[in-house]
């Protein structure tokens, strides 16, 4: 059984103050790594997806990371906008569906 | 362009009534799914569909039935509804492959309480 486990549950962070989001993962056979981002009351919108160990992507002040155990959102610099939760899912090789991680919620205070 | 859009947006309803969420998309996709979201928990997927007139369980199937007589529309039915259902629903699609077209998309919820 795939499972994801976020952390920390929740994290607080004054703007400009850079730090890191883990996800960490078992998947029988990785066919992708999502990143979600979801305000309050609103749906998840996609951020990311990884496939491989070692690939990296970015946008504006986040970066994804992924090795074949966990995943690292890195927020550098972030802003009060960039306070949201952070949704960390795997989709495994048998098929579409993807098993989420229980979130992130950052708060980031100007 | 719309995405995925769902109807309602709230709904109250009381023990063993019945109900059904919309849920409707515009990108030509193949795959739609119902998830729920519960505090602390995540999302969990209710059911699935593959295409048109194809449906699946998923990790919470109980309680729930769905159907998929268009492409565009997928319906998540509660026949009797039960003070644990109380919930916020995701419906999302996407189109199965692999790199980079296995992205799902998500509608803004609904959010059901049953008193």
């Known amino acids: 059984e795939d499972q994801v486990t976020q952390s920390p549950e929740a994290l607080r962070l004054q703007e400009g103050e850079s730090s890191s989001l883990n996800c960490s993962y078992t998947v029988s056979g990785l066919r992708g790594l999502f990143w979600y981002r979801q305000d309050p009351g609103k749906g998840p919108e996609f951020l990311f997806t990884?496939?491989?160990a070692g690939e990296e992507k970015e946008k504006e002040r986040l970066k994804a990371t992924l090795t074949k155990k966990e995943s690292f959102l890195h927020i550098t610099a972030p802003k009060p906008e960039d306070s949201a939760t952070y949704l960390c899912a795997v989709q495994n090789n048998a098929g579409n569906m993807l098993t989420f991680g229980g979130g992130t919620r950052l708060m980031v205070k100007p | 362009n719309a995405g995925v859009t769902q109807t309602p947006k709230f709904r109250v309803l009381k023990t063993g009534q019945s109900m059904t969420l919309l849920c409707a998309q515009d990108m030509n996709h193949e795959y739609m799914y119902w998830y729920r979201q519960d505090p602390g928990m995540g999302l969990r997927l209710i059911h699935y569909s593959v295409g048109e007139g194809t449906t699946a369980k998923g990790e919470v199937p109980d309680g729930y039935n769905v159907s998929r007589l268009k492409k565009q529309n997928f319906l998540l039915g509660l026949e009797s509804a039960a003070p644990s259902q109380t919930s916020v629903y995701f419906c999302a699609s996407s189109n199965p492959g692999g790199y980079g077209k296995n992205i799902q998309y998500f509608g803004a919820g609904t959010r059901l309480s049953v008193l």
């Open positions: 990884l496939y491989s």
